[in-house]
């Protein structure tokens, strides 16, 4: 088969054909969910960038509509960055992005729908009075991608973030506006951090702190935190913290529960990026829509004719610790979960292997839980090993140890010449056990041009007290989507094998750990190949 349909998803978003980058300005409206994102009409790179537009009644099945935002004004002529939307009280929804201008200054505009009996909002109106910010005392090669504005009715003023920086300070610039039009910069950034550099597409929501219920950008008051999310240009990757926002200083103030720089919490431990959030009041909660980017070759990219995915849209909310968010695919997903196959209390003893069968493996959900009967064997825990991404590289996936590696294989040839490991490995440290998980992609591929590093994040549970930890792995073609421990570490790759596709691709889990661990159950469902675009 061609490279272009080998490794095409069947049911994450994207469109038929070319370069797409950032989500924007997701939304529901009159009772249709709206996807906006970042895309070249002209090819599969970066360039030419429009807001390409889709429309969904369940978050699943896309119909594609024109480019909602497009270069035509002399304030976006060069393009059209990211940006946000936000529902004004009377049901509007109005949209801030970044232009470019002709002299590639980066400034934020407004766009407003042409007609809004129009459920699908096709087409936008910029007004001549753009751009509404311009780069006042900014840097103006650094300075875009606006949230989503909140509204705070004590001050009567509206509130929204765009990410700068100064130097090496990442920084959430904060502007305030009584009608939607004049936007003025506040004495002080909303927040900013000293190493990061550039904070692109900054997100800014509250959380309850009770309850998996999302709450609309603008609520504020007891029972909430807020979270900031920036991501980092520099490393590719995004982070965030929980925090308090004090509404009268305009200051937001992370609480001390996670380092507040590129060594932070993050939504996603892999391939994913300029995430941004949205409040669905159909369904009460808050939904995370993130892109990742292709990791095979330039040229790879462009034999292929399209590069760039939207993760599967996830709910988040604040996990009862406080301390961090916990994400879930859309319970919209498991519509399209077809033929089931499983395992049940199944024992896997110190090399055991056991294979899924019945399914097509290439395009699946898979649910697993591990009961873990003894920790007595835990490898001790070094307290030097800070980064679990570094720490997944040096053990990977066939590193027998005490408790783990165990996990699954997806994506695997018949005989294990390609198989992409995402498992899971216990240490003991002095006062408490450690869990880590990993994306072991080191033999995922024959083919010697694609990018495969090793993901990991820790999973903040308490392994000892519960004696079991779940995982649920998303198989599609080229991705592996993967949540630890009910959704407190989520990973994403990107895999390019080049025997392990189609009917091709073999499942099974696994155990290389000295200690047994049951399988107390094991679904998978092959997935349906939604209406994409
Ligand atoms: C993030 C980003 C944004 C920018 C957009 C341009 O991936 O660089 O900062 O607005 O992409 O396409």
Redesign the pocket.
């Known amino acids: 088969p061609l490279i272009s349909n080998l490794y095409r998803t069947a049911y994450h978003f994207q469109p038929p054909r070319h370069w797409i980058?950032?989500p924007n300005g997701p939304m529901y409206y009159k009772g249709i969910y709206h996807l906006f994102y970042?895309y070249n009409p002209y090819g599969s790179v970066?360039g030419n960038?429009v807001w390409a537009h889709s429309v969904s009644t369940d978050l699943i099945n896309w119909t594609p509509v024109e480019p909602g935002i497009y270069p035509s004004k002399p304030f976006d002529v060069n393009g059209c960055?990211?940006g946000s939307v936000t529902i004004l009280p009377d049901g509007t929804p109005a949209i801030l992005y970044?232009g470019i201008d002709a002299q590639n200054h980066q400034i934020q505009n407004i766009a407003y729908p042409k007609n809004l009996s129009d459920p699908y909002l096709i087409e936008w109106v910029k007004p001549d009075y753009n751009p509404v910010i311009n780069t006042n005392g900014v840097n103006a090669s650094a300075f875009?991608?606006p949230t989503t504005a909140w509204y705070n009715p004590k001050d009567k003023h509206w509130r929204v973030v765009v990410?700068s920086r100064r130097g090496d300070r990442g920084l959430a610039y904060l502007y305030r506006s009584k009608d939607f039009k004049r936007w003025v910069k506040t004495a002080h950034p909303l927040h900013s951090s000293a190493t990061t550099g550039m904070w692109?597409?900054p997100d800014f929501f509250p959380v309850s702190l009770q309850g998996q219920n999302g709450l609309d950008t603008s609520v504020n008051g007891p029972g909430l935190k807020h979270v900031l999310k920036v991501?980092l240009?520099v490393t590719r990757y995004e982070y965030y913290t929980v925090g308090k926002y004090l509404t009268e200083l305009d200051k937001y103030v992370p609480d001390n529960t996670s380092a507040d720089d590129h060594t932070g919490l993050r939504y996603d431990y892999g391939n994913f990026?300029?995430s941004k959030t949205f409040y669905d009041p159909a369904k009460h909660r808050r939904i995370l829509w993130g892109w990742s980017n292709e990791s095979d070759s330039v040229a790879d990219d462009v034999a292929k004719g399209w590069a760039g995915i939207q993760t599967i849209p996830r709910s988040l909310w604040l996990d009862k610790n406080g301390r961090q968010l916990v994400q879930w695919p859309v319970e919209e997903l498991e519509t399209l979960r077809g033929k089931q196959v499983g395992l049940k209390n199944t024992v896997l003893k110190s090399g055991d292997m056991v294979e899924v069968k019945g399914i097509l493996t290439s395009q699946a959900d898979v649910e697993v839980t591990f009961d873990l009967p003894s920790l007595e064997d835990a490898e001790p825990f070094d307290p030097l090993w800070m980064d679990p991404q570094i720490l997944c590289s040096k053990k990977g996936a066939n590193t027998k140890s005490g408790v783990g590696p165990f996990g699954l294989f997806v994506l695997s040839s018949e005989k294990m010449e390609e198989r992409t490991a995402v498992f899971f490995q216990v240490y003991r440290a002095v006062d408490k056990h450690v869990v880590l998980m990993c994306h072991d992609p080191s033999r995922s591929s024959l083919r010697n041009e694609v990018y495969i590093p090793y993901y990991g994040g820790f999973v903040d549970v308490d392994i000892k007290k519960e004696g079991k930890i779940s995982l649920r792995t998303l198989i599609d073609h080229s991705v592996v989507e993967s949540f630890g421990g009910g959704g407190k570490t989520c990973m994403t790759s990107r895999i390019y094998p080049s025997m392990a596709v189609g009917e091709k691709a073999h499942l099974f889990v696994f155990n290389n750990g000295l200690e047994d661990v049951k399988v107390t159950e094991l679904n998978a469902w092959e997935m349906g190949r939604p209406k994409m675009n």
Do not use: F, K
């Open positions: 980058n950032d970042q970066w960038i960055w990211s970044t875009r991608d990410g692109e597409c991501s240009d990026y300029a």
